[in-house]
């Protein structure tokens, strides 16, 4: 059952238990999400997980339920997480929804190439496989439609978009992105750390190649 925390200073927050020790917090959006996913971790907030995405977060592992309520209402949607790091990624755009979506944008393909590579990301949370990232950033007006029937196979390192997202398949799976091209990217490394090359709060360029 969701309630709202009184006395937020931006108004309700509305939190749902999820299990015996998880709450999970419903926010506006997903910038919303990642400022508070980003706060609770600076002032470590006693959760064993934080997991953003498109708009909650989920604290996993709580031992103090109301305490974190509690908490909570000391976070305002207003703050702004510190920037992260600079990633550039290069690709090479010759996928094979370039057309379409240059026909959607009303431009050429070099057009979509100067819209797509003149934006700065910043990747919201994690997605459907390791080291998926959901990135925010692309204008509303730029917002592309799915495909209507996925594909069977998307190639790993593909870049795609749907909606406002833009992502980068980790791996080799089905799809329904528009795909715009490809990168050599590594998007997930074990042996890294940390293993995802765009974490939450990476700041995403991309470049032609």
Known sequence: MTAHLQGHPQGHLRVRPVGRRGLLVEVDDAHSARSLAAWARAVSVAAVEVVPAAATVLFDGVADLEGLRARLTEWSPTERPTPGGLVEIA???????????????????????????????????????????????????????????????????????????????????????????????????????????????????????
């Open 91 to 209: 690709v090479s755009y010759d996928g094979p929804d370039l057309a379409a979506v240059a026909e959607a944008w009303g431009t050429d393909r070099d057009g979509v190439v100067a819209r797509h590579t003149g934006v700065e990301y910043v990747a919201a949370f994690g997605g459907f496989a390791p080291g998926f990232a959901y990135l925010e950033g692309l204008p509303a007006e730029l917002a592309v439609s799915r495909l209507d029937s996925p594909r069977a196979r998307v190639e790993a390192g593909s870049v795609g978009l749907a909606g406002t997202w833009c992502g980068i398949y980790p791996r080799a799976s089905p799809g329904g992105w528009r795909i715009l091209g490809s990168t050599d990217a590594v998007l997930w490394d074990q042996d890294r750390e940390p293993p995802a090359l765009l974490p939450p709060g990476t700041r995403v360029r991309f470049v032609p190649r």
